[in-house]
């Protein structure tokens, strides 16, 4: 008699539950699944948390091997604006169509909360990707001194002046309408002579160019 009794109590708490769990999927599924939303302070923190975890020491410590030239800025300037732009924008706000659309949003690169990493911490991103955000992994290959030439201008980044993000602009990637308008505009120039085959980056290629 009594036995019966716990295995109907354990049942009815076992469906309670599942209902239970059933009633917040729904919720989720009805309101929570916008990649327009913000992450919770809490799902932040445990982010946070869970990738500060993931990281090797050994990863925090290591230094840049590249040395920093002026011509090295201006690799690693373009290539900001090539691959990263689209979703960071030149200035490293985040101030995107593509950024504002991802869940989480990519921080503002130029406030503490970058520029406190270390340049070896930046690297293993940059090379790693972070898992289940939109932040891609740009390693594999011969990309580890494109990568180190990106946490130069990371650092950089708060200090970006008016006429570099205006040079960042025609180094952005162009719609293909885009390219077309260039392409007539050429041809205009040319007083109308087919123009010499423009030059295209291609993007599968990855982080090295
Ligand atoms: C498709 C969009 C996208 C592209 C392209 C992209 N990122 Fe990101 N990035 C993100 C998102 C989203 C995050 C935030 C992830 C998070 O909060 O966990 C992020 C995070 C980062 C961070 C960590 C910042 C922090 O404070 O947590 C760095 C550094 C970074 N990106 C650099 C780059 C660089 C350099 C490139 C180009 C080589 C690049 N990203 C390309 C979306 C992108």
């Given at each position: 008699m009594k036995k019966t009794l716990v295995v109907t109590t354990s049942l009815l708490a076992v469906v309670a539950l599942l209902a239970f769990g059933a009633w917040v999927y729904m919720k989720t599924a009805m309101y929570g699944f916008s990649a327009r939303a913000e992450p919770s302070r809490v799902e932040a923190m445990l982010a946070g948390y869970a990738r500060e975890t993931a990281m090797p020491a050994s990863a925090r410590a290591m230094k840049n091997p590249i040395a920093f030239t002026p011509a090295v800025h201006q690799e690693a300037m373009a290539h900001f604006a090539d691959h990263?732009?689209?979703?960071?924008?030149n200035n490293g706000s985040g101030d995107t169509m593509f950024g504002k659309g991802l869940y989480p949003k990519p921080p503002d690169?130029?406030?503490?909360?970058?520029?406190?990493?270390?340049d070896g911490e930046l690297f293993y991103i940059l090379e790693n990707g972070i898992r289940m955000s939109g932040m891609p992994a740009f390693g594999g290959g011969d990309s580890t001194d494109d990568s180190w030439k990106l946490v130069y201008f990371i650092r950089h980044l708060p200090q970006l002046s008016a006429a570099e993000e205006t040079q960042m602009e025609s180094m952005n990637p162009k719609t293909s309408e885009e390219s077309e308008e260039d392409k007539a505009e050429e041809q205009f120039l040319n007083g109308g002579a087919p123009s010499a085959p423009t030059t295209t980056i291609n993007h599968m290629k990855g982080h090295s160019k």
């Open positions: 990263c732009a689209v979703c960071h924008a690169l130029r406030l503490a909360r970058t520029q406190n990493m270390t």
